[in-house]
């Protein structure tokens, strides 16, 4: 292992020559080591720490450390969405029940609770667990290959964790990535760094839920195209959308020219005109957008030349996003009623596409209406059971675990992943 510069005196530089004077440089010479062994700045890597809390202290002396009061600031600002959209979320589910008793389907709705297997229940509130775990092994892929990513596993799984509780918890998902960057900030990284970390998390995420239910519609296209006809070209509309939002975010990445080229403008056409009064502050807008995109691209272009870590960042994100397409099967089995599992898992894609579409928290409205098109026509009498059942686990429950995931942090007294890394490979060496 690489060792932690030295803050000793022992390669202190000579005395000053004047007899009068060599007090004074004694004093100095520490200061002027420190100096000498410390690392050039871009240089630091925190395969080189013994620890997390090692690896913050060199990269807050070499980068300045993180902006603690911004992160903070987004922080509570995330927070106050959070809070509205949980009050908002627990409106829609005793308002949900209200209807059910209403409309008088609350017999059928009890029965069918009292008939639920709790064992597959249980089931299906393992494979949330799994669908949490896959998403922190995407982190931790992508942090082995950053430089500067002072952070231990506990940190990555609140990184993921934050990313579900303040995007569930705000329309379309808005707090998801601002939440994940927070975490981020919080676990060490500077803004560039962390911002870019998510964008290559969040385009992986969406190259898999592209690949993964596009595969599935295509594979069942015959069956839900005759059972469930222009329906389905919604979900295929809202497919092409997330293509072309994955698309444009790799031109930023690839072509980061371009993104600053057309920030650069839009800034210059916003001074020009003072639009607002923000005029003054175009020239700063235009210097950060620059200096973001080529970090991004800076980053991606670093991450992509590992293609086995992308390739397997790949992997597990598909599988994150098979578990969640798949959860609806654990309902039925509780509820008794048999469908081809492949068919489940198409339809439970199709409920997750529609429902980011809706920019209400959670997705309130749309998901109800495509659970209730696409597994209405299964489920019969115990459908309202089914969905009330299904979305306590894989959102509520869920949503409550990631809130309290979110606040577990990685003692700085524990290695960092890359310095874990280092640990195996040397024992597998040897």
């Not at 990184?159 to 601002?178: C, K, Q, R, Y």
């Not at 005109?273 to 210097?287: E, N, P, T, V, Y």
């Not at 609806?328 to 068919?343: H, K």
Request: net charge positive.
């Amino acid at each position: 292992m690489a060792s932690i510069p030295s803050r000793s005196t022992s390669n202190a530089a000579p005395a000053a020559q004047a007899p009068d004077a060599s007090a004074i440089s004694s004093r100095q010479e520490p200061k002027e080591a420190d100096a000498a062994n410390k690392p050039p700045l871009n240089a630091f890597d925190t395969i080189d720490y013994s620890t997390k809390g090692e690896a913050l202290e060199a990269l807050g002396e070499l980068t300045g450390g993180k902006d603690a009061a911004d992160s903070k600031a987004r922080a509570r600002s995330n927070t106050r969405k959070a809070v509205i959209g949980g009050l908002f979320m627990a409106a829609v589910l005793i308002v949900s029940l209200a209807y059910i008793e209403a409309s008088g389907q609350g017999q059928s709705f009890r029965e069918a609770l009292d008939q639920a297997k709790l064992v597959w229940m249980l089931a299906m509130v393992g494979v949330m667990g799994l669908y949490l775990l896959f998403g922190t092994l995407a982190f931790v892929l992508e942090t082995l290959i950053a430089r500067k990513a002072p952070v231990g596993f506990l940190d990555l799984v609140s990184v993921e964790a934050a990313g579900t509780f303040f995007g569930n918890l705000t329309p379309m998902m808005a707090g998801s990535v601002p939440g994940q960057i927070w975490r981020l900030l919080e676990a060490g990284l500077d803004f560039g760094s962390a911002t870019a970390v998510q964008i290559n998390r969040f385009l992986l995420f969406q190259a898999a839920e592209i690949l993964l239910a596009g595969g599935l519609l295509l594979c069942n296209w015959p069956y839900f195209f005759s059972h469930y006809g222009a329906v389905v070209w919604i979900n295929v509309a809202i497919f092409g959308f997330k293509l072309i939002q994955a698309m444009a975010l790799l031109v930023m990445c690839l072509r980061p020219q371009w993104v600053a080229r057309l920030g650069e403008r839009l800034c210059g056409w916003i001074k020009r005109r003072d639009l607002f009064g923000m005029g003054i502050k175009a020239d700063g807008w235009s210097k950060a957008i620059s200096n973001q995109v080529t970090q991004f691209s800076t980053t991606f272009k670093a991450a992509v030349r590992h293609k086995w870590v992308m390739l397997g960042m790949l992997v597990v994100s598909i599988l994150q996003q098979f578990c969640i397409f798949c959860s609806p099967w654990f309902v039925l089995q509780a509820l008794n009623i048999q469908v081809d599992f492949w068919l489940v898992v198409c339809a439970g894609s199709m409920v997750q596409l529609l429902a980011s579409a809706i920019p209400l928290p959670g997705g309130t409205g749309g998901i109800e209406a495509s659970f209730a098109t696409f597994f209405a026509p299964w489920m019969g009498s115990t459908a309202a059971a089914g969905y009330i059942l299904w979305r306590l686990v894989t959102y509520y429950l869920y949503t409550a675990l990631c809130g309290a995931a979110t606040l577990v942090r990685t003692p700085d007294s524990a290695p960092t992943l890359r310095q874990r890394l280092r640990r195996l490979v040397k024992r597998l060496d040897d």
